[in-house]
């Protein structure tokens, strides 16, 4: 029994790291998947907007009250977490997130600029107020076909909230980086989401250099990991930041110390009850005859020839 179990405790090691792993690959799975639909959502948005003719009426006529009126009211709907509109040359309208906060231009950004060129363009990039987002950007045109701007619709990816359903369904860590700095994260240092962190240099050259997936051991905080960082591409292939998927090595080793002390408990269990069987099994097929034997003998020698062994 104890040699099972110490081949069971080293198996047991094995396999947890193996499960480790697979965790944390499956949790950088579900992040990736995560920020493909919140692509394929941002696109469905702006395509649906710049199709609204209320906003193309109240964006023909500088309407600013009109144009929040309706991305307010149908937002509640589409709940994406920035939504812009520019004129002709990429100069902001309204903001409907920060509605207070147009004039600007963001004709630096890709999705603007191929948007007044009459494309949709679906991209992750940083912008002039959030760091990244799954962005989309869509023309706006008149009733004679003219592109008077467009609309930009996306979801941030520095929203911690939609991490930490993740880390409930995986039990992992995850953080999502926008180029070297962390910008989401369910990591917390003093009680404070580790948000702003920088990520390792190694890591760095090759998950945002090279392009590259990084799988294996990473050191955050002080405090070992089995980690999986994957890059964040836009449209055109460029790295625009990485997502990280880790299991802290000390909640691994404790749910290795978990089993085995199970296991241990288990053996002690199943021993404990093999002696009392066999306690029990000497008693009835051994110790009873021998004492009746015993008394049967002392019988004879007192001179009592009527005895009966049983």
């Known amino acids: 029994m104890l040699v099972t179990a110490g081949v069971s405790i080293v198996e047991n090691a094995a396999y947890n790291s193996g499960v480790g792993y697979e965790r944390v690959g499956s949790a950088s799975q579900d992040l990736k998947e995560h920020v493909q639909q919140m692509l394929e959502d941002s696109r469905k948005n702006a395509v649906s907007l710049s199709q609204n003719y209320r906003l193309v009426d109240a964006l023909s ?3 600013f009250e009109g144009m929040k009126a309706v991305l307010d009211e149908l937002n509640l709907y589409l709940k994406a977490d920035t939504i812009s509109v520019t004129d002709a040359e990429g100069n902001v309208a309204i903001r409907q997130h920060e509605p207070e906060k147009l004039g600007d231009s963001i004709l630096k950004q890709a999705n603007v600029q191929r948007a007044l060129e009459g494309e949709v363009l679906t991209t ?3 912008g002039a107020l959030v760091k990244l987002s799954c962005r989309t950007g869509a023309p706006v045109r008149d009733g004679s076909g003219q592109i ?3 609309v930009v619709t996306g979801y941030t990816l520095e929203n911690s909230d939609a991490l930490d359903a993740l880390k409930e369904l995986h ?5 999502v980086f926008s180029g070297t700095g962390c910008i989401a994260t369910t990591l917390t240092e003093n009680g404070e989401r580790a948000v702003g962190a920088q990520l390792d240099e190694a890591v760095a ?5 090279d392009g590259q997936p990084y799988s294996g051991d990473a050191d955050i905080s002080g405090r070992p990991y089995i980690a999986e960082y994957d890059p964040l591409l836009d449209s055109e292939g460029k790295v625009v930041g990485a997502i990280f998927a880790g299991l802290s090595k000390a909640d691994a080793a404790k749910a290795a110390r978990d089993t085995v002390l199970h296991l241990g408990l288990t053996s002690l269990a199943i021993i404990a009850v093999c002696c009392l069987l066999i306690m029990r099994f ?6 009873r005859p021998m004492r ?4 049967a003998s002392g019988k004879l020698a007192r001179g009592e020839l009527d005895v009966e062994i049983g």
């Not at 050259?205 to 250099?209: A, D, N, R």
Request: glycine share 6%.
């Open 148 to 150: 008077i701007g467009t």
């Open 282 to 287: 000497v008693n009835r097929t051994i110790k």
């Open 124 to 126: 992750l990039e940083p």
């Open 61 to 63: 006529s500088g309407d």
């Open 292 to 295: 009746a034997l015993a008394e």
């Open 205 to 209: 050259k090759t998950v945002l250099e």
């Open 171 to 175: 039990h992992t860590e995850l953080s």
